[in-house]
């Protein structure tokens, strides 16, 4: 009799979560260790009858007599001594069955032989052996029955496992159909509602913006499951962003993800009300296919996305491992809106992603006129920046598809009416970078019959390859909004992979509902817009679109927050207006600069794709970045009474600038005379002061110094360790305030000027500055923190001093009488003659200062070739053409009126001075012979004034658009915090300046110079100004 194994107590695992699905088994399985045939504890009385023996059976055993005990005895152990080697033919062999090694570990054997031959043994003492034996035998045994059931449910469950992937590889919703028909895998982000609701907007009415979005996130879910195949679906991911769980519309997320709702199954559109209407349908399944990703602050589109695409290619990577996926497949990737719902149409045989795939997935067999339907028009394949190949050796294209954009309106009763678009319309951008409706040419409609046409920028509905969207470059999660995240990836489809097509003619089309997202998901803010800018605008000859574009975002925020200024302005207004439209520009080129130190930036673009200018030319033409005003229209133009206008028969080399100076800077300049720039040796043989020249280390006259020495060998910027970090980058004082609130480096314009003096794209040279420094011996400790931060940025630097020191940079250049404070002017002009007769060729502006002195060059180059400089040197009426021979001297600087007289007005010594060729050849070759040449004093930047007014050489007014101050006499924060007393005149800096702002409108957003900087402070500005904060 075989007895059934009991359950050992632990819980048997379930082969499936399955209801309803039987338990399977090896085949086979009789063999196991579950049909032994050997009895259980509870049949033992017909294996051992005297295994039970108690007080009762002693006691009757008691009463037999010895002759009858003597036989049950022998008749026992006969018993015994025949069944015992049974076992061995029960029990399989122990190779084969761990049973038989298991009773003969009980010394089962050995104790019956010992007990069977010891005759004097009583028989209480051989059936409490023998009883004694039994319970270690089947506590064994018990032991190995538990063993062997779960090795039996084990290979059960196994063999289940096997027949379950055998079912789930037939399982179309699970496995797809391969490489040649991907499945999709679809984005839905779901933004939280602008801050602009109207104020009669009940909280969930169908009104209230934030219902509108949900039921338009359901709404483009469900379009997707009612439009596609359901086994053609991967996943669906729905971003919550800024949100949690919202009951409602999880419950109708659910509903539509388990078939609840209208969906298509094949050809079949279909509804299942209860899920055991599913049970019995062969092939027909319904995984899961809907996911929800929560970001419970809301971190924007672009994140969002990129967050969304990580599940998805992990979701992938788990299919791959699992054997359910090939890794062939390349899912295609739909991003959808939630204001976009796929239109359907009433087609049992071709869906949407029937046509995306074919414009997408091309097989390697494909012929040149097959081709010719993907080809685009702006560009080829050869072009693309992103691996398309396959592992059959397929190119695939590394383009997307843009679907159509047909437009819902309703009435007030409810009725919905859609308005489809027309073949070839698209969607561009204007020079604000807002979005606007355009067409595509007819060259383009041509190439396919209007089938396929290329469209600048991306809609409401985008597929494209999963490895296309993977190998971009750019993703930047800062781009919050739709539309900028939008033109981040239309960006990288069409500067950095194949483009985008529209499909006209098929049925990759959405219907959008105008009135789900607000204004400000759909259109670019001006931070969005530098952000951009500074990304994609930063490669060959792109500045001009930077600047263009940054500009036209300007005047818009202007506009729109000067509401009040009428259309034809007044002059006021229009004062108001530029001066709103510079400071916004400013920030906007502040925000582009330190974009690029943020942590998601795309840093490297104009490497790794196509420059701006190439989108520009090739595929928006339409937008005419380089639209300037009509020279002829700006001949007729009177700037200001008296200004003249382009002469008649006025050569095309002279060229007017789109903007004159201003009347105080064209007065100023207007006395001097121009100034022929050659070269005059003026040295006299340097037989004496100013022109006896430096010294080397051992006082050896003759001495030329390698003023390129520190561009050679560029000191580098450190934070050497975290209390460094905590000095430098101290929060919240004034210094840090002005630099962070207001100055910057225009980096951005900067580094385009560079690329496009680098590549011979500009018509001349970047400007050559020379940059002097003086100091005397004790004072060498503050140079190094001149080399590590600003020194090296100049073309030449020097240190004049009282000591030579090659590593320093240092100079020691004599003068007449001591060195001594009070006669800095003859240590002055040792030092401009000095650099006049040993550099002067070389450079294009020369500037001195103080060891105290902090100069940011970059905005100091960009203000010196800018156009108002250029045109100040030419005189003031045409731009150069970089073939004059004469100069306009221009002598730059922070204008002060000594004692409050403006008709003694100097530069300040204190942040510096700036001189043109002009210039310095005036004051050393005609100025310093005839000058105070032997005057004592220490007010050098007062004499240097009074030499140069003698020559008709006036200080230049220097400030920027709005007022602000380039050339600054002091620390950042102390012009931050200064404000005048009520009489100016009782404070002798409210007293010598002109017409000056005060606090944090004092200081020019490009500043270029700061005063009584040293040390710490210096480091310090450096590390805020270029981003080690």
């Not at 006691?59 to 036989?71: D, G, M, T």
């Not at 196994?158 to 028909?181: A, C, N």
């Not at 450079?843 to 905005?859: A, P, Q, S, T």
Request: aromatic letters at 8%; proline letters at 5%; a negative charge.
């Amino acid at each position: 009799m075989t007895t059934p194994i009991r359950n050992s107590g632990r819980r048997r695992l379930q082969p499936s979560s399955r209801a309803g699905n039987p338990i399977r088994r090896a085949p086979n399985s009789g063999a196991s260790a579950s049909s032994i045939s050997i009895s259980s504890a509870d049949d033992s009385e017909h294996f051992l009858p005297m295994n039970n023996a108690s007080s009762n059976n002693n006691s009757i055993s008691a009463q037999v007599s010895p002759e009858r005990s003597r036989q049950h005895v022998a008749r026992n152990l006969l018993i015994i001594a025949c069944l015992w080697p049974l076992l061995f033919l029960i029990i399989p062999p122990p190779a084969a069955d761990p049973a038989h090694m298991a009773i003969l570990s009980t010394g089962m054997s050995d104790t019956m032989i010992d007990g069977y031959s010891d005759s004097n043994s009583s028989k209480k003492s051989l059936v409490s052996k023998f009883q004694s034996i039994k319970r270690r035998a089947h506590d064994k045994i018990d032991n190995i029955r538990a063993v062997t059931s779960r090795r039996v449910n084990l290979a059960g469950k196994t063999q289940f496992l096997r027949e379950e992937m055998s079912t789930l590889l037939h399982r179309k919703d699970i496995v797809g159909y391969g490489p040649d028909r991907p499945r999709v895998a679809v984005v839905v982000v779901v933004p939280q509602p602008s801050n602009n609701n109207n104020a009669g907007e009940a909280k969930g009415s169908e009104g209230d913006e934030e219902s509108r979005i949900l039921k338009g996130a359901l709404d483009a879910v469900q379009s997707v499951f009612l439009t596609t195949d359901r086994n053609l679906i991967f996943i669906v991911t729905v971003v919550m962003d800024g949100r949690g769980k919202v009951g409602s519309f999880e419950t109708k997320l659910e509903d539509i993800d388990a078939g609840r709702t209208s969906h298509r199954h094949g050809g079949e559109v279909h509804t299942h009300d209860h899920h055991h209407d599913l049970e019995g349908k062969e092939g027909h399944y319904h995984s899961e296919k809907i996911h929800t990703l929560y970001n419970h602050e809301a971190v924007g589109v672009s994140a969002s996305r990129k967050e969304a695409v990580h599940f998805i290619n992990v979701l992938s990577r788990k299919h791959e491992e699992a054997g359910i996926k090939s890794p062939d497949e390349d899912l295609i990737l739909l991003f959808l809106s939630v204001e976009s719902r796929l239109r359907e149409f009433h087609d049992n045989s071709r869906t949407w992603l029937d046509d995306v795939t074919d414009a997408l997935i091309l097989s390697p067999s494909i012929d040149e006129k097959q081709d010719a339907f993907h080809k685009l028009s702006a560009g080829s394949k050869k072009y693309s920046k992103v691996d398309s190949s396959t592992k059959d050796g397929a190119m695939q294209p590394s383009n997307a598809v843009s679907f159509a954009v047909d437009i819902s309106s309703s009435d007030t009763e409810g009725n919905v009416e859609i308005h489809s678009s027309r073949v070839g319309e698209t969607l561009s951008f204007d020079q604000k970078l807002r979005p606007r409706p355009s067409s595509a040419t007819g060259q383009q409609m041509s190439l396919s019959n209007g089938e396929s046409y290329p469209t600048p920028l991306t809609q409401s509905a985008t597929a494209l390859r999963l490895r296309t969207y993977n190998a971009f470059p750019a993703s930047d999660e800062a781009l919050t909004s739709h539309y900028s995240a939008d033109l981040e990836l239309s960006f990288n489809l069409w500067m950095c992979a194949d483009g985008i097509d529209v499909l006209g003619s098929s049925y990759a089309r959405v219907v959008v509902d105008p009135v789900i997202l607000s204004a400000e998901e759909k259109d670019i803010s001006g931070p969005l817009a530098a952000r951009i800018v500074s990304a994609w605008m930063s490669g060959h000859g792109d500045d001009i679109y930077a600047s263009k574009i940054l500009r036209a975002v300007a005047e818009r925020s202007a506009q729109n927050s000067i509401s009040h200024i009428s259309k034809d302005h007044s002059m006021s207004e229009r004062k108001i207006l530029a001066d709103k439209i510079k400071v916004l520009h400013d920030m906007l080129v502040r925000i582009s600069s330190e974009a690029k130190h943020s942590t998601s930036f795309p840093s490297g673009l104009g490497q790794k794709c196509r420059p701006f200018s190439w989108y520009a030319q090739n595929v928006h033409p339409q937008n005419d970045f380089h639209e300037e005003e009509d020279l002829n229209d700006m001949k007729k133009k009177a700037w200001v009474d008296g200004t003249p206008t382009q002469q008649e028969g006025a050569t095309d080399e002279k060229k007017l600038p789109l903007r004159p100076l201003s009347d105080v800077n064209m007065a100023i300049i207007s006395k001097a005379s121009p100034v022929n720039i050659m070269y005059v040796d003026a040295s006299g043989g340097h037989a004496n002061h100013p022109h006896k020249g430096g010294t080397d280390e051992n006082g050896n006259f003759g001495y030329v110094h390698d003023e390129t020495f520190l561009v050679k060998n560029p000191t580098i910027f450190e934070i050497k360790d975290e209390k460094d970090r905590g000095v430098l980058c101290k929060k919240g004082d004034p210094n840090y305030n002005m630099l962070t609130k207001k100055v910057f480096v225009d980096l951005p314009n900067h580094e385009a000027a560079q690329k496009r003096a680098e590549h011979g794209l500009a018509k001349k040279g970047r400007a050559k500055i020379f940059c002097l420094v003086y100091t005397i011996e004790k004072n060498h400790h503050t140079i190094p923190a001149i080399k590590e931060t600003w020194g090296k940025k100049c073309d030449g630097f020097m240190v004049a001093s009282t000591k030579t020191d090659r590593e320093l940079g240092t100079v020691n250049i004599p003068h007449e009488g001591p060195e001594e404070y009070n006669n800095i002017w003859q240590k002055v002009r040792s030092m401009w003659s000095y650099v006049y007769d040993n550099y002067y060729e070389k450079y294009d502006w020369f500037h001195i200062g103080g060891d105290d002195l902090y100069l940011i060059v970059e905005n100091l180059r960009l203000y010196l070739e800018s156009e108002e400089i250029q045109l100040a040197s030419n005189g003031g009426h045409y731009l150069p053409n970089g073939s004059e021979e004469t100069q306009t001297p221009l002598f730059l600087g922070r204008r002060f009126a000594e004692s409050g007289n403006m008709d003694r007005i100097f530069i300040s010594g204190g942040s510096g001075y700036t001189m043109n060729k002009a210039t310095l050849k005036t004051l050393v070759v005609d100025g310093f012979p005839k000058c105070f040449p032997h005057r004592h004093t220490f007010s050098e930047d007062t004499m240097v004034a009074n030499c140069l007014r003698q020559r008709n050489i006036l200080p230049y007014d220097t400030k920027d658009e709005a007022g602000g101050e380039r050339y600054n006499p002091f620390a950042p924060g102390h012009h931050l915090m200064y404000h005048p007393p009520a009489n100016p005149k009782d404070d002798w800096y409210s007293n010598y300046s002109i017409d000056c702002k005060w606090g944090i409108d004092h200081c020019a957003a490009k500043s270029v110079a700061f005063h009584y900087i040293k040390g710490d402070l210096m480091r310090r500005i450096y590390a805020i100004l270029y981003h080690y904060c």
